[in-house]
């Protein structure tokens, strides 16, 4: 790792620690999504407490605990994990739990049971890795995103970044079926979802009885044949953390594809990636370059004759999304200019690009515990 990478992200994550201490004391026991009119917190969990991203709040916590050692963070983290808990039973979690379980404990729970050694939090994963294998459809062979029967047959690619939590609990039980299910998923969606030019599809509508492709949905990009930008990173990082689990060269290859066609997208339009790289609305997503930054420094990691480019590929990013940041410290999120989908034409903040800047941060500083 190039020594001015280093010294850059020493100096980023000393104006992370700076504000973020004071964003977590002025907001004690809340799991936030995005902020108001003020720049202030927004309490998700009040209003949705089986909101897909609440998990990033605990696991941000995490992320500023290692890397600070304040006790502080593990407090809130734990705190956060333990108004959870409830849905973990029938209390509040039932129908509202979808395939994104892995956002809301492997990055959470998952990262205190890796850092801390919390038995406590070994058990949550495990119950969250129940539910989302509750979700295989075998026949299929792939995780129904979404709860209905009119949506049984509906995948999307973000639910790569959920088959860590089943990697990790294979390794940790011995029992194979977990990781089994996690391949089959990303094998069934690397054949569907991934087009030949390493474009990815975002929603897939497979047929529940046999699992080949019906046709795509726009999800969160701008039409079914387009490519949204945070779903297009999640393929480069899910493929890519899905070879760390499994060594399988065909996801390594399949991360790399992804990579390159982003690449070349970023090359003609800036390094602060679009909403949509199809689209013809400059609606920039943040999100998109912070996740981008971490699979393509996971690609370094696994292709050593690759690694110097998918290094300066991702500090071109990170470099970039330096002017979408807001240090302020009278408002509480860090990453602006981030977007929920193509169609809303709506510029925001998004936990989870704090989140994902904080750890490529931490990946360039070295020597930290990756949580995924």
């Known amino acids: 790792m190039r020594q001015h990478y280093t010294a850059w992200a020493d100096e980023m994550w000393r104006r992370i620690e700076e504000k973020m201490h004071t964003v977590v004391c002025r907001n004690p026991g809340i799991i936030p999504y995005t902020t108001d009119e003020n720049g202030r917190y927004i309490d998700r969990y009040a209003a949705s407490p089986a909101f897909w991203t609440n998990g990033f709040w605990p696991g941000i916590l995490l992320y500023l605990y290692q890397g600070t050692g304040d006790e502080l963070y593990r407090r809130e983290a734990g705190q956060a994990e333990e108004k959870r808990d409830c849905l973990l039973t029938l209390e509040k979690g039932g129908d509202a739990i979808d395939h994104d379980v892995g956002f809301l404990w492997?990055?959470?729970?998952?990262?205190?049971?890796?850092?801390?050694?919390?038995?406590?939090?070994?058990?949550?994963?495990?119950?969250?890795?129940?539910?989302?294998?509750?979700?295989?459809?075998?026949?299929?062979?792939?995780?129904?995103?979404?709860?209905?029967?009119?949506?049984?047959?509906?995948?999307?690619?973000?639910?790569?970044?959920?088959?860590?939590?089943?990697?990790?609990?294979?390794?940790?039980?011995?029992?194979?079926?977990?990781?089994?299910?996690?391949?089959?998923?990303?094998?069934?969606?690397?054949?569907?979802?991934?087009?030949?030019?390493?474009?990815?599809?975002?929603?897939?509508?497979?047929?529940?009885?046999?699992?080949?492709?019906?046709?795509?949905?726009?999800?969160?990009?701008?039409?079914?044949?387009?490519?949204?930008?945070?779903?297009?990173?999640?393929?480069?990082?899910?493929?890519?953390?899905?070879?760390?689990?499994?060594?399988?060269?065909?996801?390594?290859?399949?991360?790399?594809?992804?990579?390159?066609?982003?690449?070349?997208?970023?090359?003609?339009?800036?390094?602060?990636?679009?909403?949509?790289?199809?689209?013809?609305?400059?609606?920039?997503?943040?999100?998109?370059?912070?996740?981008?930054?971490?699979?393509?420094?996971?690609?370094?990691?696994?292709?050593?004759?690759?690694?110097?480019?998918?290094?300066?590929?991702?500090?071109?990013?990170?470099?970039?999304?330096?002017?979408?940041?807001?240090w302020n410290l009278a408002h509480d999120a860090i990453l602006q200019n981030c977007s929920e989908r193509y169609t809303d034409e709506k510029q925001m903040t998004i936990l989870y690009g704090d989140y994902f800047l904080m750890e490529a941060v931490l990946r360039l500083k070295g020597g930290a515990k990756l949580l995924w």
């Not at 996690?182 to 509508?205: C, E, I, K, N």
């Not at 400059?282 to 696994?302: Q, R, S, V, W």
């Open 106 to 326: 492997h990055l959470s729970a998952g990262a205190d049971e890796l850092l801390t050694g919390n038995a406590q939090s070994r058990v949550r994963t495990r119950r969250a890795a129940d539910l989302l294998m509750a979700r295989f459809n075998p026949d299929g062979r792939f995780f129904t995103a979404w709860n209905g029967p009119e949506r049984q047959g509906w995948s999307i690619i973000d639910t790569m970044m959920n088959l860590p939590l089943l990697y990790r609990t294979a390794e940790q039980t011995g029992y194979t079926r977990y990781a089994r299910a996690a391949q089959a998923h990303a094998d069934h969606t690397m054949q569907y979802m991934l087009r030949p030019d390493g474009s990815s599809a975002h929603v897939a509508v497979y047929d529940p009885v046999d699992g080949h492709l019906l046709h795509w949905l726009a999800g969160q990009g701008a039409g079914p044949d387009s490519v949204g930008a945070r779903g297009q990173c999640w393929a480069v990082y899910g493929f890519a953390v899905g070879y760390r689990y499994t060594r399988k060269p065909e996801y390594l290859q399949a991360a790399r594809r992804a990579a390159v066609y982003v690449e070349a997208a970023l090359q003609r339009t800036g390094w602060v990636p679009h909403s949509d790289f199809c689209g013809d609305k400059p609606l920039l997503d943040a999100t998109a370059g912070a996740i981008l930054a971490n699979g393509m420094l996971e690609l370094a990691e696994h292709l050593p004759e690759e690694a110097e480019h998918w290094q300066e590929s991702a500090f071109h990013i990170l470099t970039a999304l330096e002017s979408c940041c807001d």
